[in-house]
């Protein structure tokens, strides 16, 4: 397990643990809740246009009406990122609490994961994914967020091996399977996979977790400009406890070289 960056004062409400309008919203007994989930590769902070603007980043997050958000390619404190804490900054300028996780050392920094929410964190973890000597590290961020006394929910941002050779990606679905099969609470995975439908990575996904597509037909993600394939997923468990509303794309040619992808679920009652 790995140390997490995170702002003053949502480390006061952390306890580390061993391990498209409608806003979040409790609604009637008989409906649940409804949460909107974003996942974003942010390319550590620049555009498209070899520009270095977190204010456009932001707008995209706040303009979809989020209430947690997953973050790849976050830079903490790099000399490419003009030693911002991109996590820190980004849940500033959105108004949301943030969390970071390192994956690696990088450029007088750090680089990994983030978690933007409307609500607190009631715990969080670091689970660090298996890769070759050779290859990034990668790394799979878990919060715990209590939306009232009886709905806690476990949400998990990661961002898998891009390399062609697949064998790290794969062995890194594995582990994610297996580390989070574990978790008790009704559990959101959200991040850039690496990966196409179909591929044995997100097979491997799929057989223990709920896509937020239908095979066969989803929605590329990737490059923002013209996107061509799906990287970028979503995915609930265990079904019984979640039910889809909605998707979208959204897509902003500038702001990120991936296309945001948004899903709104209700959480449901324990049956």
């Known amino acids: 397990m790995r140390y997490l960056l995170m702002k003053p004062i949502v480390i006061a ?21 409804i949460i909107r989930v974003l996942t ?6 620049a555009t498209t246009q070899g520009t270095f603007d977190l204010d456009l980043i932001a707008r995209v997050i706040q303009e979809s009406q989020a209430d947690i958000v997953a973050l790849q390619e976050v830079d903490f404190k790099t000399r490419r990122a003009k030693n911002y804490d991109l996590a820190t900054e980004l849940g500033w300028r959105t108004k949301m609490a943030s969390v970071f ?12 994961e983030a978690i933007l929410s409307k609500h607190s964190f009631a715990g969080s973890r670091l689970v660090n994914l298996p890769h070759s000597p050779d290859h990034e590290p990668r790394a799979a961020l878990e919060v715990l967020i209590a939306f009232n006394e ?7 941002a990661t961002h898998l091996d891009h390399l062609r050779d697949d064998s790290d990606r794969f062995n890194q679905t594995k582990a994610i399977v297996q580390v989070f099969n574990a978790v008790d609470y009704p559990c959101i995975i959200a991040g850039d996979l690496n990966d196409i439908p179909g591929s044995r990575s997100i097979q491997t996904m799929e057989n223990h977790w ?11 993600t990737f490059p923002s400009d013209h996107p061509r394939k799906k990287i970028d997923y979503i995915m609930y468990k265990p079904q019984k406890r979640w039910r889809l509303i909605s998707t979208e794309v959204i897509a902003d040619s500038i702001a990120s070289d991936h296309c945001a992808y948004m899903a709104v679920l209700e959480l449901l009652d324990k049956p």
């Open 13 to 33: 409400g952390l306890l580390f643990w061993g391990l498209c309008s409608t806003t979040l919203a409790q609604t009637s007994a008989d409906s649940g809740t």
């Open 150 to 156: 009886q709905d806690t929910i476990s949400f998990i």
């Open 101 to 112: 996780g390192k994956a690696m050392d990088y450029d007088g920094g750090a680089y990994g």
């Open 210 to 220: 709920t896509a937020t597509y239908e095979p066969g037909h989803a929605a590329p």
């Open 40 to 45: 974003f590769n942010i390319l550590h902070g």
